[in-house]
């Protein structure tokens, strides 16, 4: 069976990978210039499912996915950790000195910005998606012109590399979480990792109360990012991701925050994808 997966960007891009690496070759792809886009595909059951960036190494957490996926009550069924590895590429025959602009998404030009410091000649131009540049290059023969993308698009639009490994930090990882719309029915022997969201009360010793249960239960706590609640003013919602040894321990750290914490959630309850 085909899956047909939801993606933010192009064929070529990270999104493209992961879509590959998790589903293998067996996959159709809707591609999606917006995360927004991509959601709106899945509520009208355009695709299965969709792979949204969540996290990075360098940027740190895309806050605005985490809205997206609580606010549409999105299931995480799955997750998947990309190393990044940005590449400098345009039309065959050209030199790095032959380039005059680069245009990529904001995060790419962020975590390449050192090496552009070495390239002062060239003007960086904030654009929707990396492999879609790569492809624009392809299509419109345009020289002079470049893109930052995985070599997977250089592949398959036919460019030339020009630079390897251009990113900042070379140990640069991105979190990919797969959504759907259905709850998804992941065996237990299967789960270890689970997200959930709640709300707290603006006192002190709250958040701690919260902590010290998932401690007790055994919860290996691997994430907390807290977004503000629109217009409740001192009032945060609070996304935790927690890994697990046994799924008894998870259930019952579940069952004490339903009574604790407001506005408890459940997210997904998936296996961890750290190798």
Not at 57 to 69: K, M, Q, V
Not at 108 to 122: G, N, R, S, T, V
Request: charged share 25%; with cysteine.
């Amino acid at each position: 069976m085909k899956h047909i997966i939801a993606i933010q960007g192009a064929e070529g891009s990270n999104h493209h990978k992961v879509a590959r690496d998790f589903y293998g070759d067996n996959v159709g792809l809707i591609e999606c210039l917006s995360f927004d886009a991509l959601v709106d595909n899945l509520l009208q059951e355009k695709a299965s499912q969709g792979i949204m960036a969540i996290e990075n190494t360098i940027a740190g957490s895309i806050i605005p996915n985490y809205a997206l996926i609580d606010a549409n009550n999105l299931h995480i069924s799955g997750e998947e950790y990309l190393n990044i590895h940005h590449h400098l590429m345009a039309l065959p025959g050209q030199k790095i000195e032959d380039i005059k602009e680069v245009c990529s998404h904001p995060m790419a030009l962020l975590q390449c910005k050192e090496f552009f410091k070495k390239h002062p000649h060239i003007k960086l131009v904030e654009d929707v998606d990396t492999a879609e540049v790569a492809k624009r290059i392809s299509k419109q023969q345009l020289k002079g012109v470049a893109a930052i993308a995985p070599k997977l698009a250089a592949e398959i639009f036919e460019l030339e590399v020009i630079e390897d490994e251009i990113q900042t930090m070379k140990e640069n990882a991105t979190r990919f979480v797969i959504v759907q719309t259905q709850k998804p029915h992941n065996g237990i022997d299967a789960i270890n990792k689970a997200s959930l969201k709640f709300q707290l009360d603006h006192k002190r010793g709250s958040l701690a109360a919260i902590l010290n249960v998932l401690s007790d239960c055994k919860m290996n706590l691997t994430k907390i990012q807290s977004l503000p609640v629109i217009e409740m003013p001192w009032k945060y919602s609070f996304f935790v991701d927690v890994t697990f040894d046994k799924y008894d321990d998870y259930v019952k750290a579940e069952s004490i925050l339903n009574i604790m914490a407001e506005d408890f959630k459940v997210l997904g309850t998936y296996k961890n994808g750290r190798k």
